[in-house]
């Protein structure tokens, strides 16, 4: 464990701004993209789950596998660790990352995290503001969890069938 303390540090932030499209799986696929960011995780071809801008070429049970993946992948497994609720370090977006050797202020930062059992190396961190959370992760699984829900598969087979009446 790396533990950086209120000495100063010459840091850079690294990233670039992104479009995600408001869609919860590409919400959600963007949610696992920056947790893949920031640990090294490569399992199971997971950057085709990663690609958030091709959302709409997955199939309902790539969709249920993404929301699955990011059951996986929840915050409550990297919040203090990789990611870290610090408004301050992201001045300018809703979040950001950082190179660990180059981050500032009193954060711990783990070399390694344990994912599905296996142990993974950190690369990086992410600071992150509420709304970024809010947004990219629990509305959106909120939403995801009723769809997939025997209530929300109810509803989208009567939308479906209604959508295919022909008068």
């Known amino acids: 464990m790396a533990i950086f303390g209120t000495n ?8 670039t701004t992104v479009t995600v499209p408001d869609a919860d799986v590409a919400k959600i696929m963007y949610y696992i993209d920056c947790v893949c960011t920031v640990i090294d995780y ?11 801008s091709n959302w709409r070429n997955m199939s309902d049970d790539e969709d249920r596998l993404i ?3 990011a059951l996986t992948l929840s915050p409550k497994e990297l919040e203090n660790r990789v990611f870290f ?5 992201c001045p300018d ?7 660990i050797g180059q981050v500032q202020n009193r954060l711990m930062v783990v070399q390694s995290i344990v994912i599905g059992g296996r142990s993974r190396q950190v690369k990086k961190i992410m600071v992150y503001k509420p709304i970024w959370m809010q947004r990219n992760y629990i509305e959106p699984m909120q939403r995801l969890a009723f769809r997939f829900s025997p209530e929300g598969q109810r509803q989208e087979a009567i939308l479906r069938s209604m959508a295919c009446i022909i008068s």
């Open 93 to 99: 977006a809703t979040n950001q990352f950082y190179e």
């Open 67 to 69: 929301f699955l993946l």
């Open 8 to 15: 100063e540090y010459d840091f850079k932030m690294i990233g």
């Open 85 to 89: 609720n610090n408004s301050a370090l």
């Open 42 to 52: 490569n399992d199971n071809n997971i950057s085709r789950y990663r690609n958030y």
